[in-house]
């Protein structure tokens, strides 16, 4: 496992933007899935986006394409989303997590994932 601390959450109004990060602790190397969730109020926790270790491969929700990027550091074991064009629904509480157990190139489900943050809340209004 590893220890994942994000940041970068706050108050923005529509149609601004946010960078979240993801700082990896606790392990070496950085060959594993890195992925953003998000969990509104009352709602279940839902996939952002998830980048392979390579950051060839990545994948998003079609409710954040061409608003959303994921990128990561590996030399900097942090893991970025950079949010453009925010919207109200994209209010939530936002994780980060980690597949640092499998050989998966990346997952979009949660429960494949085995470390997670503590969360950031994104909070989007006038």
């Known amino acids: 496992q590893v220890q994942l601390v994000e940041s970068g959450g706050g108050l923005v109004q529509p149609g601004g933007s946010l960078r979240l990060s993801c700082a990896a602790f606790?392990?070496?190397?950085?060959?594993?899935?890195v992925a953003w969730f998000r969990q509104a109020p009352g709602k279940e926790r839902a996939f952002v986006a998830a980048i392979s270790w390579s950051t060839y491969t990545t994948e998003y929700a079609d409710s954040v394409k061409g608003r959303f990027t994921i990128s990561r550091d590996n030399g900097k074991n942090t893991t970025y989303l950079q949010m453009d064009s925010l919207k109200s629904e994209d209010t939530a509480a936002y994780y980060c997590a980690a597949d640092t157990k499998s050989q998966r190139v990346l997952s979009t489900i949660a429960i494949l994932y085995d470390s997670w943050g503590q969360g950031t809340q994104v909070t989007v209004s006038s």
């Open positions: 606790g392990r070496t190397s950085s060959n594993y899935a």
